[in-house]
């Protein structure tokens, strides 16, 4: 699968998914408390942001036929 994720959206797609990554570790280790919203859930979403930001292929990208990547 070809790269369609730009440098710019990869960085933003990189810090936040270490922000919700944290984010997810302060509330598992109970030092926050979210109603609703389960740390694994968090971790999951940081950890997929993090992967499509360091591979810059995003599938629902792909699916919606969008291509942020300029030629390279």
Same mark, same amino acid.
């Given at each position: 699968?070809?790269?369609?994720?730009? #440098? =710019?959206?990869? *960085?933003?797609? =990189?810090?936040?998914?270490? $922000?919700? $990554?944290?984010?997810? /570790?302060?509330?598992? @280790?109970? @030092? *926050?408390?979210?109603? =609703?919203?389960?740390?694994?859930?968090?971790?999951?979403?940081? $950890?997929? /942001?993090?992967?499509? !930001?360091? @591979? #810059?292929?995003?599938?629902?990208? #792909?699916? *919606? !036929?969008?291509? #942020?990547?300029? =030629?390279?």
């Amino acid at each position: 699968m070809k790269r369609n994720v730009g #440098r =710019v959206d990869a *960085l933003a797609r =990189v810090a936040g998914g270490i $922000a919700i $990554a944290v984010f997810a /570790l302060l509330v598992a @280790t109970g @030092t *926050l408390t979210v109603p =609703v919203v389960s740390a694994v859930g968090l971790g999951i979403a940081g $950890a997929v /942001l993090i992967v499509e !930001g360091a @591979t #810059r292929r995003c599938l629902l990208y #792909r699916a *919606l !036929g969008i291509d #942020r990547c300029p =030629v390279e």
